[in-house]
């Protein structure tokens, strides 16, 4: 019985606390750069791909034609993931900070290529081993995050 007149004498203040706003957050804007560089990966990983076929299938593998080989590998990888690395850039970026612009996601996708082309260069003697694989991971992934924490900076003191 008591509980009943508890909950019918709540005043205009319970009410008020209940029908509370949510804040809107306004969504981010996608930096104009981006469609740029989604045309150059899609031209990247198009020409890479494509010419690291042609050269498999047609040429013996000596000096000149393994440079070439990891030119483009490097350029194919780039253009492969920069699409994913924009996604998980857009996706676990916070909404209080600004998207980073298409550089940076060039730069990241680059980390990447560098680390598939590392790892085949040492396959070829064959001393690619999971430690050092874990190794080369960390190594990019070290720079990275102080590089972009440095930028995240000056971002932050510039506006």
Known sequence: ME???????QGPEHVAQQKAPT?????????????????????MALGGWGGLYVLVTTT???VGQRWLFFMLLQI???????????????????LYYEIPPG???????VWIGLFIVTCAWLQIPRVLTPAIAFLLILVFLVIEVFLRSREMANERYDN
């Not at 509980?3 to 004498?9: I, L």
């Not at 194919?76 to 699409?83: E, H, I, K, N």
């Open 3 to 9: 509980t009943a007149r508890s909950e019918t004498k």
């Open 60 to 62: 013996l593998p000596r």
């Open 76 to 94: 194919a990888v780039v253009g492969t993931v920069l699409p994913f690395v924009r996604y998980l850039n857009l996706r676990f970026t916070p």
């Open 103 to 109: 550089g940076v996601l060039v730069r990241q996708s």
């Open 23 to 43: 804040p809107h957050i306004e969504p981010q804007a996608v930096p104009p750069d981006h469609f740029g560089v989604m045309i150059a990966a899609v031209l």
